[in-house]
């Protein structure tokens, strides 16, 4: 199983009426399970109109059906999977309990590899995943942000946990690694997250592009049982 | 429990008129303890002020914070708004009517986001969370100000009462040193006088030792005269008989210590 189709099956038993009770995880901005966030469009326009492949085609209003939490620098990480985008999710990067990134991820179309070359593509010694620089598929240039060298280096292996809001927990392997580019406003840029993901159930590349936003660009309905 | 102890442990500033009263009181009877309680208030009203004026950045801080981003949010919503605005334009120059549907939803709220920041006419100078961010902003700076300026008075304050109380406390140590001086210096004075008084009466009894002696000499000639009188009664006149027993108690000494000298040595000498 993809983690595409993990995350509708999570939207789905959120849904149902027979949920058990939830479970909430701490998350920045009480952005748990269950609580509905508005994002403002405003940074989807401005790097819109600086040249990102990043569209304003993309709804605002979401819930929260599951928070992903993983380490890595030393930081933790989190997710807030968004339900009006599937696959997409709200990102923030920690300092202690300081919000250090805070980003909105859209999913590109997830990738199957069939055979081991195929796989190789991505994840070999001079795989996509780690290369110095990627080309999207749209024939934008990005430049690996962590590490950047003009050598390739593996993809960043870290266990994501997914608690959705019926409180069910999943766990995913990533090995991935994140690659920015410039736009035409100095002050913006535009991510590109790639990662060979594992569900207990199947694997699949999957690649988000990202942008900047700031917390006041998203307005927090929490929920009536989100941590504060 | 000292005075002082009490007055720090309890707060002279929680003791309000109580505490101006037993100030009051020790004024009158243990001045520097009534001091040392003035000094640890200003020291206390000089900490609150402290504490105060770091309460007052924090939320400086969270206001200069609020302001900038505020100010960000503003620029970029109205950059954004301006942006689509354009596209709505020539959407409805071209009478797309899907597409002006479209962007209108976009746009509403960023207008929506935008009159709320900066008020109805987005100038953020009478109205919105901006205008309030900053009028907020403009009370703390100006109450900072304000709490420092106490801040530094009461420090003043403070640093003049303790060096009051150094200097009163030297003064006072100084009285008490020069006071055990002269204490010192008289009794000083009182054994020194004591000491001539005694050598002049040691004189005194020596002469009167001397006198008592010369009498007690001449009691003991009257004495032997008398005797010799004794022993002579009949024979010689009074002259004679005081001669005799001049010469005799002067022979009778010879005699003496000869016979004792014979008697000593067997009438060998």
């Known amino acids: 199983m993809s983690l595409f189709t993990l995350l509708r099956m999570i939207k789905e038993k959120h849904l149902s009426p027979h949920a058990p009770p939830p479970l909430r995880t701490k998350t920045p901005l009480r952005l748990s399970q269950d609580s509905a966030v508005a994002i403002s469009i405003t940074p989807l326009v401005l790097s819109e109109a600086a040249g990102a492949a990043f569209k304003t085609d993309i709804p605002t209003d979401h819930k929260i059906i599951a928070v992903g939490q993983y380490s890595l620098f030393g930081n933790a990480y989190y997710r807030c999977y968004l339900s009006n985008l599937d696959g997409g999710f709200l990102h923030f990067a920690m300092r202690t309990w300081n919000i250090a990134e805070t980003r909105l991820y859209r999913p590109m179309p997830e990738i199957t590899p ?115 | 429990m000292t005075a002082l102890s009490f007055f720090k442990e309890v707060g002279v500033a929680k003791l309000g008129n109580i505490g101006d009263s037993l100030i009051s009181w020790y004024a009158q009877h243990d001045p520097e303890t009534a001091s040392a309680a003035d000094i640890a208030e200003l020291g ?10 770091a309460e007052i950045q924090v939320k400086l801080d969270h206001d200069q914070n609020a302001v900038m981003e505020l100010t960000e949010k503003l620029d970029r919503d109205q950059k954004a708004a301006v942006i689509i605005g354009n596209r709505l334009k020539a959407a409805q120059d071209a009478n797309n009517q899907l597409v002006v549907t479209q962007l209108t939803g976009q746009i509403t709220p960023i207008l929506n986001e935008i009159e709320q920041i900066a008020g109805d006419d987005g100038s953020s100078n009478t109205s919105g969370r ?3 961010a900053k009028q907020t902003l403009a009370v703390d700076t100006a109450d900072l100000n304000q ?26 140590e100084h009285a008490e040193q020069q006071k ?9 004075a009182e054994r020194d006088a ?49 001669n005799e027993a001049l010469a005799g108690d002067q022979s009778n000494k010879t005699d003496s210590a000869l016979g004792r000298l014979a008697r000593l040595t067997g009438g060998k000498a």
């Open chain 2, 130 to 132: 901006l205008f309030d």
């Open chain 1, 114 to 228: 069939t055979t081991a070359d195929e796989w190789a593509f991505w994840l070999d010694d001079n795989g996509f995943i780690g290369n110095p620089d990627v080309q999207s598929p749209e024939g934008n240039k990005y430049l690996r942000t962590w590490a950047p060298s003009d050598q390739h280096i593996m993809g960043y292996q870290v266990i994501e946990t997914i608690v959705d809001a019926s409180g069910a927990t999943t766990t995913v392997r990533h090995q991935m690694m994140q690659y920015q580019r410039a736009l035409n406003d100095p002050k913006l840029v535009e991510h590109l997250l790639v990662s060979a993901t594992q569900t207990d159930t199947g694997m699949a590349v999957n690649l988000w592009l990202g942008l900047d936003v700031t917390p006041q660009d998203l307005t927090v309905f929490a929920s009536a049982d989100a941590p504060v």
């Open chain 2, 194 to 242: 004591g000491l001539l008084h005694r050598a002049a009466a040691g004189q005194t009894a020596l002469s009167a030792m001397e006198k008592r002696a010369e009498q007690m000499r001449t009691d003991a000639r009257a004495a032997a005269i008398q005797a010799e009188g004794l022993r002579h009664v009949g024979g010689s006149d009074v002259a004679s008989i005081v």
């Open chain 2, 147 to 172: 709490f420092r300026e106490a801040h530094t008075a009461a420090i003043n304050d403070w640093t003049g009462a303790r060096e009051r109380l150094a200097r009163a406390r030297s003064a006072m």
């Open chain 2, 44 to 53: 206390q009203r000089a900490e609150a002020l402290a504490h105060r004026i």
């Open chain 2, 180 to 188: 055990h001086d002269a204490e010192l210096r008289q009794q000083q």
